[in-house]
Each structure stands twice: as structure tokens, then as C-alpha cells.
């Protein structure tokens, strides 16, 4: 990061190579796959221009994701306003790669159940799906999970029960009893 602060425009590159997948990831699954690496994009340009603020006490991973949590955040909010559901990256991945031959009663199974699980996330507050997806799909660490969010490791543990709880009432009807 001090070379970065220095403007050494390698070691940003080697940043970006070691982070963008868990950036990229996270950002789809917040927001949709479609601006994904839009939001991205931007992650790493505020990374770029704050670097001078980083410290040393801070592990980079969790100061990119913060910053990542602001964007995606920004986001969310500009989409409330303008009422669009995001879509799950699984699902925009699905669209775009198909599997060869599904049943066609799987796949509208599949496809019913995906929608269920995207309506079940978005259903949640900003920081509870940014704590199910950090942990669920990044295995990110409670301790860096408070990190990202500002906040503690009970209360991480609090968001991912609510949510659990939440999700878990919202699929009732998809999980095996």
C-alpha cells in the first residue's frame, strides 16, 4: 500500500490481481452481475486515490471491502429509489451459460427457486445480505466481517442470525422439513 500511496502503478496492479475476484464476486451478489464490474472499477479507483489514508494496522482486505461496502451501498440505495430488484449473480451467470441439456421440469424448478432465494436477499437490509454474502460466499471471517461493516463480532453474529431467520421463513416453502 506504500508503494501505491507512492503511485507505483505495479503494485496497484498486483492489488487489483489479488482482490478483484472477491470484489467482483461480492459487488454481483449485492447488486446484480450486470454493473458488477462497474462498481468494481470504482472500488479500485477510490483504492487508487485514498491510498495516502490506508494504515498499516488495517488489513487490506478489509479496507478494500469497506470501500466496496460504501459503493454497493450507494448503490442499493439509488436502486431503492428507483425501485429495481437486483438480480443474483448465479443468475445472470445461469442466463448467460446455460447448462447443456436440463430437464425442463428442472429447470423451471430451478429457475422458481433462484427467483424465491434473489426475492429472500433483497428482502434483507444492506447489512445483513453484505454479512451473508461476505460469510456464505466469500468465507470471510466474523472478525473481518465487523471490520467491513464498523461494526463487532456480536453484532456480525446477530445480522447473520436475523438474516438466517429471515431467509429461513421466507423459503419455508423450498426447504425440506
Not at 448503490?75 to 425442463?104: G, K, N, T, W, Y
Not at 461494526?151 to 442470525?161: E, I
Amino acid at each position: 500500500m506504500a508503494a501505491i500511496a507512492a503511485g507505483d502503478h505495479a503494485a496497484f496492479r498486483i492489488l487489483v490481481e489479488r482482490h478483484q475476484k472477491l470484489v467482483i464476486g461480492t459487488v454481483a451478489r449485492m447488486i446484480g452481475a450486470a454493473e458488477a464490474e462497474d462498481v468494481a472499477q470504482q472500488v479500485f479507483l477510490n483504492v487508487w486515490r485514498s491510498a495516502t489514508r490506508w494504515r498499516p494496522e488495517a488489513k487490506v482486505t478489509t479496507w478494500v471491502m469497506t470501500i466496496a461496502k460504501r459503493l454497493v451501498f450507494n448503490e442499493s440505495r439509488r436502486r431503492a429509489r428507483a425501485r429495481l430488484i437486483p438480480q443474483s449473480a448465479d443468475a445472470q451467470v445461469a442466463h448467460e451459460f446455460p447448462d447443456a441439456s436440463p430437464a425442463p421440469d428442472r429447470a423451471i424448478l430451478d429457475q422458481e427457486l433462484d427467483r424465491a432465494v434473489q426475492s429472500a436477499m433483497a428482502s434483507l437490509g444492506e447489512k445483513e445480505r453484505l454479512a451473508v454474502v461476505l460469510r456464505r460466499h466469500e468465507g470471510m471471517p466474523y472478525e473481518e466481517i465487523a471490520q467491513v461493516l464498523g461494526t463487532s463480532v456480536p453484532a456480525v453474529k446477530s445480522l447473520l442470525f436475523r438474516a438466517r431467520n429471515t431467509l429461513r421463513q421466507d423459503l419455508s416453502d423450498y426447504l425440506d422439513r
